[in-house]
């Protein structure tokens, strides 16, 4: 397991981290729906990207705590319309992604590595999404906002005849549209990566 020594964790560190933790916090913002895969209340964003450069450069650990810091700045700035559960979802997610990414990508830092870590690392986060949305995150937002499970089962039902129950809202909307998201923002951290890390390794 990857962490951060004391001798690594240097001022200027902390302070590239802070950079990056805001430029994500800052990408959360912009999002859209992708209405022909997912419900509308689920929107895409890059703000993943900034824990991936920073994984990539710098150690994986340094990837989750860039995801902590933009969370904590979101329910700090903004609030939580879902008390800290959506944050807490987004951090566990986003860290699952960039840590295992830059695991491996940091052992031997080759193109055919950042590339193996990216996509493993998409996998991992589908499936921790998928089992997350699942058993925690779906449920609550239904008791939260006083709706059944199935109302917003039914959101996704346009998409696809399949979509019928939760379990196949998960199959065939959840599951797309987060190995969409990481093949998108695979394909830009490799796109950027090059251009970047010399800043970033100052």
């Not at 990207?49 to 450069?57: H, I, N, S, V």
């Not at 709706?147 to 065939?172: E, F, H, R």
């Amino acid at each position: 397991m990857y962490t951060l020594s004391r001798d690594q964790w240097t001022t200027r560190t902390m302070v590239k981290v802070s950079i990056m933790a805001v430029i994500a916090f800052i990408l959360m913002f912009f999002e859209f729906p992708l209405l022909w895969i997912a419900p509308p209340f689920i929107k895409i964003d890059i703000s993943d990207l900034p824990a991936l450069l920073g994984a990539f450069a710098m150690g994986p650990m340094v990837g989750v705590i860039i995801q902590l810091l933009k969370n904590v700045l979101n329910v700090v700035l903004e609030g939580s319309t879902t008390g800290g559960v959506g944050e807490f979802a987004n951090f566990v997610v986003g860290s699952a992604f960039a840590y295992t990414a830059g695991a491996i990508y940091f052992r031997k830092k080759t193109f055919g590595r950042a590339v193996a870590g990216l996509l493993i690392g998409t996998v991992v986060m589908t499936v921790v999404i998928t089992i997350a949305n699942y058993y925690f995150i779906f449920p609550f937002y239904a008791k939260l906002f006083g709706m059944p499970i199935q109302a917003l089962v039914d959101m996704g039902a346009g998409i696809s005849d399949k979509i019928t129950d939760l379990w196949s809202l998960m199959l065939y909307s959840i599951v797309p549209f987060n190995l969409l998201k990481g093949v998108l923002l695979s394909a830009i951290t490799i796109l950027i990566y090059k251009k970047v890390s010399p800043i970033l390794h100052r």
